[in-house]
């Protein structure tokens, strides 16, 4: 799953850095808090967005409903962070097969469904 938000590069036009950065990290935590609750792994922050695997590092029979289910709520919650501005995520989901792990020289590799 990735989630990020909507609207950023003007938010960054018209808001001081350090501003912009507080509303950030208020939407990551948003948006961390909900996906560790459906038993989702921040795997990554970048910039605006929030990278999240589910079904790593432990799977379940249900880790596509479970991201289904935490980009809804992430959804609503960011639309009602009471901040300065009014937000807005997009979430994109993929599922099927992934390799994780380093793919350079790493025997780490785990094959998550």
Do not use: N, W
């Amino acid at each position: 799953m990735f989630s990020d938000l909507f609207g950023s590069t003007a938010l960054s036009a018209r808001m001081d850095p350090e501003d912009l950065r507080d509303i950030i990290s208020a939407y990551q935590r948003c948006v961390a808090d909900i996906v560790r609750r459906f038993g989702g792994f921040v795997a990554k922050y970048m910039g605006d967005g929030v990278l999240v695997y589910f079904g790593y590092p432990q799977a379940h029979e249900d880790d596509a409903e479970r991201a289904v289910r935490a980009a809804l709520e992430a959804i609503a919650a960011v639309g009602a962070l009471k901040l300065s501005v009014t937000l807005r995520t997009r979430v994109g989901i993929a599922t099927g097969l992934v390799v994780v792990g380093d793919l350079i020289g790493s025997s780490g590799l785990r094959l998550v469904q």
